[in-house]
């Protein structure tokens, strides 16, 4: 057998079929949906009389356009997000696939909730019409969007014609600083190979950095890779990712559990396996890192200067520019924001949670802005109230509400009004993602929570915070 990369071997072990040079039919392990991208593919399946094949393989939560209100029901005001959740829950029943409803107390966005309830197992191929479906690479498995056309495919088939990715590695060696964290590494990384950086690849992190990641930060890294292009993020599963799995997935006992084990040691680059690209960071350069800008590779240090429009990205820099209102050369630090918002499936987890604890607690967001955290699931939210951690939250003056997609981006009630300026640990400032005419800046948990506190763009690593030495 020639020297493998691990998502060659991914591939491999799941293609049913070689089509061609470039396309494999690929089986799918898990199938995740929303109530966005699954209408008209079931509407499509429907149409053609046919059945879902393999309804257990599928899972479903309603995570866009639901409302985060504290209130204990969760009714959808919009009539045209309502009838999407009701068709997702229609389809559902009809087809027997399990799903998280709006008034589950699980419900979250899709890629909070698959992995916390073991779900997502290293080796696995998990699809999704969703781009943020590469979080999963933070356990070995290759997950990645697909369009809706495609969701219908995976649907009556369980498998996907698939043109297969090159293989790029990302190897960040040394240690991340106080006060920085993996979203802060990612923005770098972004920052520097550009949002086209990665287009066409998958790509597999390796090197001592990402070894001392938590599984948590593991999946911010993954997450955000799709902002470089990305189309897989891979990280070889270790003792951390099997722990993680195990501790969540009770099913894998037994014999299965020693059949699991040996094929898990088998997901890893073989040591001469050919990557078409290769890049190297050392993390101890990693400062925390915010976007000046409309795309996620328009990010800088904290401590540096927005570029100024220049080459090849003279238009885009001009343009988003005029369009965040900032001006060549200034710093972001200092920079008033109007709203904080803490949630995303980038940013949601209970260690988010506790890094924005850390940084809030005994002090009082700023009487000038609103800020706003959003549990990615019912779970973290829990976990988070049980942990007291809420409670220092909303003691510090921060809105404590219902889990999912929120203020990510404007498709529910969570929306950022004309100029309104946001200081938020989600993974795209298109735009307009946030609310018409509304800026945003991406940066970490703590980073966000140190500006709710300030009212404008502010160092972490300058709070003078009681445990510095445990933000991230
Ligand atoms: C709505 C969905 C198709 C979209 C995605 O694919 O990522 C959304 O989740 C996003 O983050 O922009
Ligand atoms: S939290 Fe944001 S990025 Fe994640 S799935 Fe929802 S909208 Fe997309």
């Not at 009389?49 to 504290?70: D, F, K, W, Y």
């Not at 040591?271 to 795309?295: K, L, M, N, Q, Y």
């Not at 706003?372 to 003691?395: N, W, Y």
Request: proline letters at 5%; a negative charge.
């Amino acid at each position: 057998m020639p020297s493998r990369t691990l998502y060659q071997k991914l591939v491999d072990s799941h293609t049913v079929t070689r089509l061609d040079d470039q396309n494999v039919l690929l089986f799918c392990d898990l199938h995740l949906m929303n109530e966005y991208t699954s209408p008209q593919a079931f509407a499509g399946l429907h149409e053609q009389g046919r059945e879902v094949l393999m309804p257990a393989q599928n899972v479903s939560t309603v995570s866009h356009v639901i409302p985060t209100h504290p209130v204990a029901n969760r009714i959808i005001q919009n009539p045209a997000a309502a009838l999407q959740a009701s068709n997702l829950k229609r389809n559902c029943v009809r087809h027997g696939i399990p799903l998280f409803d709006t008034n589950d107390a699980l419900q979250g966005i899709e890629h909070i909730i698959a992995p916390e309830h073991g779900m997502i197992r290293p080796g696995m191929v998990v699809i999704c019409g969703d781009s943020h479906t590469t979080t999963y690479g933070a356990l070995g498995a290759l997950g990645f969007g697909i369009g809706t056309s495609e969701v219908e495919h995976v649907l009556a088939t369980q498998t996907l014609v698939y043109r297969t990715a090159d293989d790029m590695r990302i190897r960040v060696d040394g240690r991340l600083p106080i006060g920085t964290t993996s979203k802060d590494l990612i923005l770098m990384v972004i920052s520097r190979i550009s949002a086209q950086g990665a287009r066409g690849h998958a790509v597999e992190f390796c090197g001592s950095a990402i070894d001392a990641l938590s599984i948590e930060a593991r999946f911010t890294l993954c997450n955000m890779t799709v902002e470089a292009g990305a189309r897989g993020a891979l990280i070889a599963p270790d003792q951390a990712a099997i722990d993680y799995v195990l501790a969540r997935a009770p099913d894998i006992n037994g014999d299965i559990r020693d059949r699991a084990l040996a094929h898990w040691a088998t997901l890893f680059s073989d040591d001469d396996a050919v990557f078409h690209i290769e890049h190297r960071f050392d993390a101890s350069d990693v400062a925390p890192h915010v976007t000046w800008g409309t795309s996620p590779d328009q990010a800088i240090p904290i401590n540096g200067n927005v570029p100024a429009p220049g080459g090849s990205q003279r238009l885009s820099t001009e343009q988003a520019l005029r369009y965040t209102g900032l001006q060549a050369g200034m710093t972001l630090e200092g920079l008033k924001v109007d709203h904080v918002f803490i949630g995303s499936c980038t940013n949601a987890r209970i260690e988010d949670l506790r890094a924005v604890a850390k940084v809030v607690e005994g002090r009082h967001v700023s009487p000038t802005l609103r800020a706003m955290v959003v549990p990615g699931s019912g779970a973290v939210k829990v976990q988070a109230e049980a942990e007291g951690i809420a409670q220092i939250l909303i003691d510090a003056g921060l809105e404590w509400r219902q889990p999912g997609c929120s203020m990510c981006l404007a498709m529910n009630d969570d929306i950022l009004s004309p100029g309104q300026r946001c200081a938020s640990t989600t993974n795209r400032n298109f735009e307009g993602r946030q609310g018409r005419g509304a800026v945003t800046h991406l940066m970490s948990p703590a980073m966000a929570a140190a500006a709710a506190i300030t009212g404008h763009i502010t160092d972490v690593r300058h709070m003078d915070l009681a445990t510095s030495e445990s933000i991230a």
